[in-house]
């Protein structure tokens, strides 16, 4: 004769019941546990990207401020004379234009440069100076005789 003591079965339903409600309850708890992680790094994420748009909105507003400003500039009278005269040559009436040659800067043509520096006396070392101080600089007497 089998027979089950009903509280056993009893007792075997309430531990099953209650395993069941651990793993239930243990995979509820990694879901919410995983779910707030992965929520969290998108908001840390995004706050990053959000603090980058914001500098790049205040470098734009500032290259926003910069360029208006070049615009109410070049608008005003004292700039358009400035590119008129640099620019076109232009002239204010009663004003007397002087063009001065631009000869000045072919004196630092590099060929001119190296011409200058070899026209210059060379240094003498410290043996010639002390030969100098003893017998005198040399002189050249060979040059103008004929």
């Avoid at 992680?37 to 290259?63: D, F, H, P, T, V």
């Amino acid at each position: 004769m089998n027979k089950t003591n009903p509280t056993n079965s009893q007792a075997k339903k309430a531990e099953v019941r209650g395993r069941l409600f651990m793993s239930v309850g243990t995979i509820l708890f990694i879901y919410v546990v995983v779910s707030t992680g992965q929520a969290l790094w998108q908001n840390y994420s995004l706050n990053q990207e959000l603090g980058k748009l914001r500098e790049k909105n205040a470098e734009l507003k500032l290259r926003n401020n910069y360029l208006q400003n070049l615009i109410a500039y070049r608008r005003t009278d004292a700039f358009k004379d400035k590119e008129a005269r640099s620019k076109l040559n232009y002239q204010k009436e009663g004003e007397v234009v002087l063009i001065i040659p631009d000869d000045g800067a072919q004196r630092f043509v590099e060929g001119n440069v190296n011409n200058r520096q070899a026209s210059k006396p060379r240094e003498l070392t410290n043996p010639e100076k002390w030969w100098n101080l003893f017998f005198g600089p040399p002189t050249n007497e060979t040059s103008g005789q004929g």
